[in-house]
């Protein structure tokens, strides 16, 4: 039983949801929140705390996927992008085990708006940092930059999920009857 703390704190969910096409996104989702954990405090939070708060082998982590990727961004994060750093860290950090519990359970329809809430503003961001990797001039940018379409592609690849899964968990929230449990009773 995960968080066992935290889900005596939670509105109660049906007992474990009946296995299904529905039920592999959920894992999938679970997995994405449980991972997100992490890789928020490990490796995205330093760029908006000084790295000095970090472990070496941590800011190497770092160091070395900037490097090999051409992502300046969490070396040297424009403002706009330690606003979203901040609100990931604010916002989005204390969702991330709620999200995990409620989506391992499944069918959890308290976890609907949100759920909704969440991956619109996740979805948001994340147009917006692809739009930078696409279309900024990282010449002159501190530390290396993607230059050519194929060093851009491959950083957009890197995000790319951040902005698949929150799209799918948009679309599941507003579609499945599994979790839209209030429409259905209104409907009715």
Not at 36 to 62: C, E, K, N, W
């Amino acid at each position: 039983r995960p968080l066992p703390g935290l889900a005596a704190s939670l509105p109660p969910c049906p007992a474990m949801a009946e296995p299904g096409p529905g039920r592999l996104l959920d894992y999938i989702f679970s997995f994405y929140f449980i991972s997100h954990i992490p890789i928020t405090l490990a490796v995205d939070l330093q760029a908006l705390l000084p790295r000095s708060m970090f472990p070496a082998a941590l800011q190497g982590l770092l160091d070395g996927y900037s490097a090999r990727f051409k992502d300046p961004m969490l070396l040297d994060p424009p403002p706009w992008f330690s606003v979203f750093i901040l609100c990931e860290a604010v916002l989005q950090m204390p969702f991330f085990p709620v999200a995990a519990y409620a989506f391992y359970k499944g069918s959890c329809s308290w976890i609907r708006m949100p759920a909704i809430v969440y991956s619109t503003h996740v979805a948001t961001t994340v147009v917006s940092i692809l739009g930078h990797i696409l279309f900024n001039d990282f010449s002159k940018s501190t530390y290396p930059g993607p230059n050519t379409l194929s060093e851009r592609l491959t950083l957009i690849a890197i995000y790319i999920p951040y902005l698949i899964i929150p799209l799918l968990i948009l679309l599941t929230m507003v579609f499945s009857k599994r979790y839209n449990f209030d429409g259905e009773k209104k409907r009715k």
